[in-house]
């Protein structure tokens, strides 16, 4: 407290004489002794007095988690914009690259987050998966109910009522590997991952997907890219779109 670490969800930096008020959130993050720095830098695309649109690199965690707290996406941009009440409005997988949306507001956040929940934002991803030969089918749509698998970090197809949906196509080869557009009809844990292990083309770089496995020095970043976010700004009415700089390995695209 005496450091200003401990906060509240408003913002504020509470002190041991801070009084208590009934339904505050209270926030500390875990420090890391010795924690490293990033690999790789974020970059902040817009800000506006309302949201922030970041291009995340790969292997950066987007909320705090293990040893991965001052590295994290939001606390960085937090001390690059001085922003306290700077939250992320949707996840990224700390092994994906590319746009994350964030809320300034806490009065106006609700808005934004309807934009997932009613699915009125559009989203587009760009994998990379081994392909030895060209496909006869080169578009999916596929549509499953996701559950928890084994272990319990992982998800997997199972019966009942369908939960997730996501589009797929493959653009283009290059030297046996595929570029593929994935636009996700809805925001399931690890679906994209799931769903393109599901139709025989894991994602390069993928640990988890079909199966858990080691990896090995030559494995590249998961080559999942979250490349352009699209919608109509639930406050301005203005047109939103936001792109990656970012390109997966030998993507021309």
């Not at 974020?42 to 590295?71: C, F, W």
Request: aromatic content about 8%; glycine content about 8%; hydrophobic content about 35%.
């Amino acid at each position: 407290m005496a450091r200003g670490l401990v906060t509240s969800n408003e913002g504020v930096r509470l002190r041991e004489d801070s009084p208590y008020r009934h339904g505050i959130t209270v926030f500390y993050m875990r420090e890391v002794p010795s924690e490293p720095a990033p690999m790789e830098t974020e970059a902040i695309l817009y800000q506006d007095e309302e949201i922030l649109a970041a291009d995340k690199p790969h292997g950066m965690n987007v909320t705090p988690s293990g040893d991965h707290v001052a590295r994290s996406l939001v606390n960085r941009l937090q001390e690059r914009t001085g922003i306290d009440t700077l939250v992320p409005l949707h996840r990224l997988d700390r092994d994906t690259a590319g746009i994350v949306l964030f809320g300034l507001k806490a009065g106006s956040r609700s808005r934004y987050h309807e934009l997932f929940a009613k699915r009125t934002i559009e989203r587009e991803y760009i994998a990379a998966a081994a392909v030895p030969q060209i496909p006869s089918q080169t578009h999916w749509f596929v549509e499953s109910r996701l559950g928890v698998s084994t272990p319990w970090f992982r998800r997997q197809i199972v019966a009942g009522p369908v939960n997730s949906g996501t589009e797929i196509d493959l653009l283009e080869t290059r030297q046996g590997v595929g570029f593929f557009h994935l636009k996700p009809r809805t925001g399931k844990k690890h679906q994209l991952r799931v769903h393109m292990a599901s139709i025989g083309f894991p994602i390069l770089g993928d640990l988890l997907y079909p199966e858990i496995r080691l990896a090995q020095p030559s494995d590249p970043p998961l080559q999942l890219l979250a490349r352009r976010i699209a919608f109509t700004d639930p406050l301005t009415g203005m047109q939103r779109e936001f792109k990656s700089a970012r390109k997966l390995r030998n993507s021309q695209l």
